[in-house]
């Protein structure tokens, strides 16, 4: 039911445009995303209707959210096929990138290497189309199963095993429920703000609305195929769109304490503090990469080298230049901070700044259980966090976990496709794996279907992160 609200809202919004510039296009696409919003809003409630009752095991809650964010994209798919009138797996690519919040495209208006039927540029499709994406990467960013939280699950046990299995941890009040709504909230308010900040900054109103909600879901889809390189000419935006990223990848947690006046916590938020550090570090390997290389100062402006650091960091997207041909050291950078992330509880991927550090702390509890004395206690908190055995066990299984099916990905990869450059997959599957959607130029339509199939199986894994999936099939094996 809360996947067809972007169809329907797409729809609507498709009829409103279809009525103010009609064209066969779009009324084709409005009537396609109509009708399909409005079957699966009748399946959901149907099934909503025949339920058994609440859920009250970890593993359903688990299993239920992986098959959502598999199932979910894919049938998203097929509306796109039939309104977009492009091959199947071309449309999953976008689906599935849209609901993960990746923003990697195959809409670069070129033939499909599916029958080589042709497959448009972002700005040839119809608004309603647009708008799709829009509204998908939205409800992506916040997520599936806790919109369903937020609108349709009733308080209770249900409500707490899915806003746990969806990978949330920390809470904004006693309720699950009441957490979800005030992230909901909380949402809206950053949409807003972002949309403000756009316009301010120059740019129009309907395209501030586009990158306000794909900008604050760090997501990525933009309704121009240049993204905000597009707006090159107006530095503000640039800079606004920078903000925007950000405040996606900050913590819900410290939005909420802004909103409520409580800048004390603000200063002892421990992942905020590393955010700015390794941002600031980040920036500066860049910049001297930058400075050594005379052809990327001669196609790329500092504000572009430091726009795509804050873009891959903030795991957004949002792309101001050709990533093809930066140098080797620049891609290196960009693909390290988009496996790191943003924060644990935003709407942002990755591995996220909180692992780091525990990973980070684990070492120096480790460290000091060898060079202490016998009987030495250690501090085993990080910030309000408590980095007992169970936690460091739990963060070092996922980050392997992330980075071994990395390596594997991008050695699959390098395999099919020899005549890509190293650099090029690392960047496009640390990309996809991280939610991110910058592109070395890997991900178009006249890409091989190996490589779309490679990367739409790097974003799932990203989105939910690999043990996840590793714990389903195990639930379904003992069944």
């Known amino acids: 039911m809360v996947s067809s609200f972007s169809l329907i809202g797409s729809g609507l919004y498709g009829l409103y445009w279809y009525s103010k510039t009609p064209s066969p296009w779009e009324w084709h696409s409005w009537t396609v995303m109509l009708g399909f919003g409005a079957l699966y809003f009748g399946m959901g409630g149907l099934f909503y209707i025949i339920g058994e009752g609440e859920i009250r095991r ?10 959502v964010w598999i199932l979910i994209p894919l049938l998203d798919a097929i509306p796109f096929m039939a309104a977009a009138r492009i091959p199947y797996v071309d449309a999953a690519f976008e689906s599935v990138s849209g609901w993960t919040t990746t ?17 448009p540029i972002v700005d040839e499709i119809p608004h309603t189309l647009k708008m799709w994406r829009t509204l998908m990467q939205w409800e992506g960013g916040l997520g599936i199963v806790i919109l369903t939280v937020a609108v349709l699950a009733p308080p209770g046990v249900s409500a707490a095993i899915l806003y746990l299995a969806e990978g949330k941890f920390e809470r904004l009040e006693a309720s699950f429920k009441r957490t979800s709504v005030l992230m909901g909230v909380i949402y809206v308010v950053l949409t807003a703000f972002s949309w403000m900040l756009f316009v301010v900054a120059g740019m129009p109103p309907l395209d501030a609305l586009h990158h306000a909600m794909t900008g604050i879901a760090t997501a990525g889809f933009s309704p121009h195929s240049q993204s905000l390189g597009y707006y090159l000419d107006k530095p503000a935006v640039l800079v606004a769109g920078m903000i925007v990223m950000m405040l996606g990848a900050i913590s819900f947690s410290d939005h909420y304490n802004v909103l409520k006046g409580n800048f004390s916590a603000l200063r002892r938020s421990v992942e905020l ?23 990327f100062r001669e196609h790329f402006s500092l504000l572009q080298v430091f726009f795509h650091v804050d873009s891959a960091f903030a795991t957004a997207g949002f792309q101001a230049g050709d990533l093809h041909s930066v140098p080797e050291a620049y891609k290196l950078i960009i693909a390290i901070l988009s496996i790191i992330g943003g924060s644990a509880f935003s709407t942002a991927g990755g591995i996220k ?31 309000k966090y408590v980095v007992d055995e169970v936690i ?14 990395y390596i594997l990905l991008v ?26 959607g910058l592109s070395s130029g890997i991900s178009a339509a006249s890409a091989p279907i190996s490589s779309k199939i490679i990367l739409i199986a790097a974003m799932l894994l990203g989105r939910l992160e690999v043990i996840s999936y590793l714990i389903a099939i195990k639930g379904i094996l003992k069944r």
Not at 358 to 381: H, N, W
Not at 392 to 405: D, E, N, Q, Y
Not at 411 to 436: C, H, K, R, W
């Open 103 to 119: 923003g990697l495209t195959i809409l670069t208006g070129e033939p499909s290497t599916w029958h080589h039927v042709y497959v």
């Open 58 to 67: 970890a593993k359903e809650a688990l299993l239920i959210t992986v098959l």
């Open 353 to 383: 700044v909180l692992r780091l550090l525990i990973a980070i702390k684990s070492i120096s509890l480790e460290a000091d259980s060898v060079i202490q004395p016998p009987g030495y206690v250690p501090k085993r908190r990080l910030s």
């Open 273 to 295: 503090q590393a955010q700015i550090v390794i941002l600031v570090l980040a920036g500066f390997l860049a910049y001297i990469a930058w400075v050594m290389d005379p052809g």
């Open 392 to 405: 460091i066990r739990r963060t070092l299984a996922t980050i392997t976990a992330f980075v071994g099916t």
């Open 411 to 436: 050695m699959i990869m390098s395999t099919l496709t020899p005549s890509y450059d190293l650099g090029d997959v690392m960047l496009e599957i640390a990309s996809a794996m991280g939610n991110v």
